[in-house]
């Protein structure tokens, strides 16, 4: 999975509770992606970072939060979980655009489950 | 909005025969697109792409084809074997966002 790993695998969290995902990558690459995968849509992007410190919106950034301190490491952050955010949370690399153009890599992914 | 639609979104061969899903997308201004191969429990790993200054490109057993004017795209798999069995997504994206809109999926049995 390119050098890309997320914390945790699982979880099962209850509905109001706050939620923190974790995505790490060894490639020192740039651009980071929080995706969500439900059933019937695909892939939709939630956030994305395009270096520490700066990150914009993606399709379907209501009710989540990221932030991004440090290369290696993008957080992702349901502020108050709700079972419609019950769903497969894959994180994302790739260098900038135009350098090694447009390849992303996905890691293995995060089932959260909210009861 | 930008939108990606993918088809068919279940597809069966006969091992040896070949696949083909094909994708439409709305955004004329995008020029780069990937096509990702998923298997179960696992993230979607990147099979070959194509930008929008090339109309087919090829690795293998496995082609994409692309056509601007129409604004569809399609992915080819020859020689069709048990293990390519998976799900299977097209995406597109403008290349100075790198924001990937995906298709909805599709769903390759390949039958021994």
């Known amino acids: 999975d390119a050098g890309i790993t997320q914390s945790p695998r699982h979880k099962v969290t209850e509905t109001g509770t706050p939620v923190t995902l974790r995505c790490h990558q060894t490639e020192n690459h740039r651009y980071m992606y929080w995706y969500r995968q439900d059933p019937g849509h695909g892939l939709r992007l939630i956030h994305y970072s395009y270096g520490v410190k700066d990150t914009d919106k993606g399709e379907v950034s209501d009710g989540y939060s990221v932030s991004r301190s440090k290369t290696e490491d993008f957080l992702l952050t349901l502020e108050s979980a709700t079972s419609s955010q019950t769903s497969v949370y894959f994180c994302?690399?790739?260098?900038?655009?135009?350098?090694?153009?447009?390849?992303?890599?996905f890691g293995p992914g995060t089932r959260l489950t909210v009861t | 909005g930008e939108n990606v639609e993918q088809h068919p979104s279940t597809l069966s061969v006969q091992e040896g025969d070949s696949a083909v899903i094909k994708c439409t997308y709305s955004d004329s201004a995008s020029n780069y697109f990937p096509w990702y191969k998923q298997e179960l429990g696992k993230g979607p790993q990147l099979i070959i792409d194509?930008?929008?200054?090339?109309g087919e490109k090829k690795d293998q057993r496995i082609a994409v084809t692309l056509n601007k004017t129409a604004k569809h795209f399609s992915l080819h798999i020859t020689e069709t074997q048990p293990e390519d069995s998976a799900v299977y997504f097209c995406a597109a994206s403008r290349s100075n966002t790198g924001k990937l809109i995906f298709g909805q999926g599709t769903t390759l049995q390949v039958k021994p």
């Open positions: 194509i930008r929008s200054n090339v």
């Open positions: 994302a690399i790739s260098e900038s655009p135009g350098m090694i153009p447009y390849e992303q890599y």
